[in-house]
């Protein structure tokens, strides 16, 4: 695989998450609750990865990995509980941007696994991703006194739980595919989100009433393609590209909402996409100009 498409890879996989609030909306507006639909959407992927899994392999998959993959599907769970928690205590775009902190603390993590100081594209990229953030979140002229303490907290455990997320998945798992991997890091990820919301809807028979093609679609974007796109492309980009290049979330969260739920978009939030694009590439451009410099 060319060196281009781990990246791409990465940016895919992220701008499937952006979809996930969008579509979470939808479901609501249809008459479910928003733990309902994210449970569907863990169960739902499960069932995606082991269908995947039967279509691709013969025998029944070995479990390989151990701690990496449990952790790995524990965090895919409790990123998607505990941003839920935030937007209960401050507003959507709020939230957002207490996600998006995840932008410099995958970049601090991935500094301190491999101890390295941060390159200065890094660190100029940060700073257009932060400033494009606010811009595209649209809370430049939002009240922020009224917001409680568990707000922030909660919005900052969002972060550190996806920054964590990322880095479990720059590591590789000896013998072990990226299907079968898929596979079991859902089935962990269903497993907890069993503890975190409604797990009943399996049984009660909400799942079937048609809250599943909900999380039918919920477990294509927010299981299927960022998992396999992300075991694929994270470790060959690393953690601290991977975190920049995910902010594309935002953006593609941003324009979903203006497509399918008809909101509003301001130039302040234009702008904001546009400056989140031009952070997003610059650590891209100065890696190919310093493997230009050294093939000369």
Request: hydrophobic share 55%; charged share 10%; glycine share 10%.
């Amino acid at each position: 695989m060319k060196q281009w498409m781990y990246p791409l890879l990465v940016i895919i996989g992220a701008s499937s998450y952006g979809i996930l609030s969008t579509i979470v909306k939808l479901a609501i507006a249809d008459g479910y609750t928003a733990a309902q639909a994210v449970t569907s959407q863990y169960f739902t992927g499960f069932v995606l990865a082991a269908i995947l899994y039967l279509f691709t392999h013969r025998g029944l998959p070995k479990f390989g990995g151990g701690f990496t993959l449990i952790l790995a599907g524990l965090l895919t769970a409790t990123t998607g509980t505990v941003y839920g928690i935030t937007v209960s205590y401050m507003p959507a775009s709020l939230a957002v941007v207490m996600l998006f902190q995840f932008t410099w603390i995958g970049m601090l993590l991935d500094c301190i696994l491999h101890r390295r100081l941060p390159k200065r594209a890094e660190v100029i990229s940060l700073l257009f991703l932060f400033g494009g953030t606010i811009f595209a979140a649209g809370i430049i002229d939002a009240d922020l006194s009224g917001i409680p303490w568990q707000g922030w907290v909660w919005g900052m455990a969002s972060a550190i739980s996806f920054s964590a997320f990322l880095a479990v998945n720059q590591r590789q798992v000896e013998g072990m595919d990226t299907i079968t991997r898929l596979l079991f890091m859902s089935f962990f990820a269903a497993i907890a989100i069993s503890f975190f919301q409604e797990p009943e809807i399996v049984w009660n028979g909400v799942l079937f009433s048609g809250l599943w093609v909900y999380g039918l679609i919920l477990g294509v974007f927010g299981i299927i393609i960022p998992i396999l796109f992300f075991s694929i492309g994270i470790p060959k980009v690393g953690g601290g590209t991977a975190s920049i290049l995910s902010a594309i979330e935002l953006p593609v969260a941003v324009t979903a909402s203006v497509l399918l739920l008809n909101e509003q978009m301001t130039t302040l939030q234009i702008c904001g996409i546009v400056i989140i694009l031009i952070g997003m590439t610059l650590p891209t451009i100065a890696n190919r100009r310093i493997r230009l410099q050294q093939e000369v």
